[in-house]
């Protein structure tokens, strides 16, 4: 089934009621309750929306916030980087490209050794597919 143009009441029958408000209607979910922060299995963390790979195991690290952090997706033709301002900051929203699911947000203090960049991903938004 292709997810890319489904109706918000369709989006609402394929997810679960945590996972839509998540996914599309950018919410988060509290830091250290999500299945994937301290994941440490070798594979690829695709969106649980619409399957998109997004993230390689390779580029995850421990960033001490509660959520899954990454340095980059796995090619970055498949997110989306948008400004938010939502929450009295501005901040840049990661969204799935294929489906415009949100994923959480990016944020410059990652490790510097490997670009600066810390992808800060929900884990509702995320399934993953081990190697």
Request: aromatic content about 10%; hydrophobic content about 25%.
């Amino acid at each position: 089934m292709d997810k890319s143009n489904l109706t918000e009441e369709e989006w609402k029958t394929c997810l679960t009621p945590e996972q839509y408000k998540v996914l599309r209607k950018a919410g988060t979910e509290a830091a250290f309750t999500g299945k994937y922060y301290k994941h440490h299995e070798t594979g690829m963390y695709v969106c649980a929306a619409c399957g998109q790979e997004l993230f390689s195991s390779d580029t995850k690290f421990d960033s001490g916030t509660g959520w899954p952090s990454f340095t980059e997706p796995v090619n970055r033709e498949l997110v989306e980087l948008k400004e938010d301002k939502s929450h009295g900051m501005i901040r840049t929203e990661v969204l799935c490209k294929n489906c415009g699911s949100h994923l959480g947000h990016v944020f410059p203090d990652g490790p510097k050794e490997k670009g600066g960049q810390r992808y800060c991903i929900n884990s509702l938004s995320l399934d993953f597919k081990k190697s």
